[in-house]
Every structure is written in structure tokens, then in C-alpha cells.
């Protein structure tokens, strides 16, 4: 058996899911992507070579929340009978997710009920989360609260792991693996969607700069783990001379050197800032221009041992 299955993603992730659906038979009559960038997109030129048909839209809901009517005219023409949405970030109106036979499934970067939201994995890190995993389930109304049909958890969160590594090194895997078990679950009838414990259920909030600012009372291995997770953007921060000054590729170590936010050591391997309990090494920072070296901010903004950052906050 097979399904007529509309794919909507983007990036590494939509095209391994896009290559996995055509390997297990299954005919993929749609691909939505994002709108052309300044990069392209591997899963719309992935499309194109199969000669997909390939829709590029934004969104699918006005401002005021009612499914686009083009978009829904666009989507019935495919007469799909599931719907995947791997790494989709924007809403989906029911009128296309409801559609198909089989409706949709979409892929969330946690075990739901546990951190729903559009930053699932950076609060992971921020919260210092041991294990997670990755959840595949029905979308609803609600934002990643439909019926789970397939998870799998005991990913481990490394001391080293940023937003970046651990999304890409182990839950984007481990996502299309679950999306396709979804798949021929459904296609087999053999899929039984568990409804979440909303006793369970954890929100967080988009990573803003609010979150973001380092706030130097903290502990090294708080904020070492705010680093981390907000690695690759935000950028968490603190401030030289009153401006931000973003923190990137982070290892913490296990010493006392200093007051908070003092610079113990500079070299061409980047900068070293004391902290309670720990200091940071640094090895690219973002301050008054494109991401850079650590080493080369010190030197452009003059820097040395003794001089202290603040607090972001």
C-alpha cells in the first residue's frame, strides 16, 4: 500500500523526509516550502529535480487568523490523503490540516506534553534537560497539543550541546525516522494517536532579548547553559561600554578567576571571562557587526585581561 501524501517543510530536514517518503513507495503529489531566499532551499530544489509540484508560500492564514482561500484552492487540487509538516513555523489552518482522509502529523523537537512552543529545544538547554526526544502528532487548534502518534525519547543532552548540534546532530534524524514510522502506521490502519496529559503540559515563550541578557549574579553553569541555547540566535549577551555583545561556541570551565564578567584571559584562540563558580571561553562573539572571531573583537575594540563586561540586563 501507499498514500498520496502533501509534504510541507523546508531545509535538510524536509528533503530527507521527502527522500524517506519516496523510498517506502509513498507518492509525495505536493511539496510547500518556503518563499525563494538568499540560499536555496534543499527541499524545493529536491522537488523540482523530481518534478514535484512545488508550491512557495509564507503563509496560510490572514492576520486575523482565516485560512488564505487561494491557499486552500492550491492544496485541495493535490487531493492528498495526509499531510506531513516537517519543521513547519507557521500555522497551518485547519482547512488543510483536517482535509485529507488521514488528516495531518507534525514533528515537534520534544515529548510533548512537555514543552510545546516554538523554542522547545533552547529551553530544553536553558533549563539543563538531561534526555528528550521528539514527538510526531495530530495538529490541532491548540499549539502542539493534538494526539502523539509516534514518539521516541532518550536523546541525551550534552554539557557541550547547543540549539544548533543538538537539533541537527540528533533530533532531526531521529524526527524523519519518527515522521516515516508515523507514515506506515497510518498506511498499514495501524495507528492509535494518544491524546496528551494536559496535567503534564509545559509553555515556553519565544527566545526574546528579555531572555536572552545575561544577567552576571548567575551561576557559570546557569549561564553557560543560556549560552548554549541560545546558540545559533538569539545570541545571548552581555555588554561592553553599554552595547551587547552576543556569545557564541561557549565551553565552560571549572575555575575560580575573577569577578563576574572580567576578562581573565585573550588569546588567538578567543577570550576567557570569569564567572560565579566557573569562567567562559569564547570563541566567536557578535557586538557592532557580523558574527567574528573573539580574538579579533578583542583586538578591534582593545581589549585586555582586567577589563570587565556587565550584565546584559
Not at 501507499?2 to 517543510?9: E, P, Q, T
Not at 493534538?146 to 537539533?167: C, M, N, R, W, Y
Not at 569564547?282 to 577589563?307: C, H, N, P, Y
Amino acid at each position: 500500500m501507499s498514500l498520496r501524501v502533501a509534504l510541507f517543510g523546508q531545509a535538510q530536514f524536509g528533503k530527507d523526509t521527502l527522500e524517506g517518503l519516496l523510498q517506502r513507495g509513498h507518492e509525495v503529489v505536493g511539496v510547500f516550502a518556503p518563499p525563494e531566499g538568499a540560499r536555496p532551499d534543499p527541499l524545493a530544489e529536491r522537488a523540482k529535480e523530481l518534478r514535484i509540484p512545488l508550491i512557495r508560500r509564507r503563509f496560510f492564514r490572514k492576520k486575523g487568523g482565516a485560512a488564505i482561500p487561494e491557499a486552500v484552492e492550491e492544496y485541495r487540487a493535490l487531493e492528498a490523503e495526509l499531510n506531513v509538516l516537517a519543521s513547519v513555523q507557521v500555522f497551518i489552518p485547519s482547512e488543510i490540516t483536517d482535509a485529507p482522509k488521514h488528516k495531518s502529523i507534525c514533528f515537534h523537537p520534544s515529548l510533548l506534553p512537555l514543552y510545546r512552543g516554538g523554542a522547545a529545544i533552547q529551553w530544553q538547554i536553558i533549563d539543563g534537560v538531561q534526555q528528550t526526544g521528539v514527538s510526531i502528532f495530530v495538529p490541532d487548534e491548540g499549539a502542539d497539543t493534538g494526539p502523539v502518534v509516534v514518539q521516541k525519547g532518550g536523546v541525551p543532552i550534552e554539557a557541550t550541546d547547543t540549539t544548533s548540534s543538538l537539533f541537527f546532530n540528533k533530533l532531526q534524524p531521529l524526527g524523519v525516522e519518527a515522521i516515516l514510522e508515523a507514515v506506515d502506521l497510518i498506511d498499514a490502519g495501524k495507528a492509535s494517536p494518544q491524546v496528551q496529559d494536559e496535567s503534564r503540559a509545559t509553555h515556553q515563550g519565544l527566545i526574546t532579548d528579555e531572555v536572552a541578557a545575561i544577567d552576571l549574579s548567575r551561576s557559570a553553569a546557569e549561564i553557560d547553559r543560556l549560552v548554549r541555547g541560545c546558540d545559533p540566535q538569539p545570541g545571548a549577551f552581555v555588554r561592553y561600554d553599554g552595547h551587547p555583545v552576543r556569545l557564541f561556541d561557549a565551553t565552560l570551565e571549572v575555575a575560580e578567576a575573577g569577578e563576574p564578567g572580567e576578562i581573565v584571559a585573550i588569546d588567538d584562540n578567543g577570550l576567557t571571562i570569569a564567572l560565579r563558580g566557573g569562567r567562559l571561553h569564547l570563541k566567536r562573539v557578535r557586538a557592532d557587526r557580523g558574527k567574528e572571531a573573539a580574538s579579533e573583537f578583542a583586538k578591534r575594540a582593545g581589549l585586555s585581561t582586567g577589563q570587565r563586561f556587565t550584565s546584559g540586563t
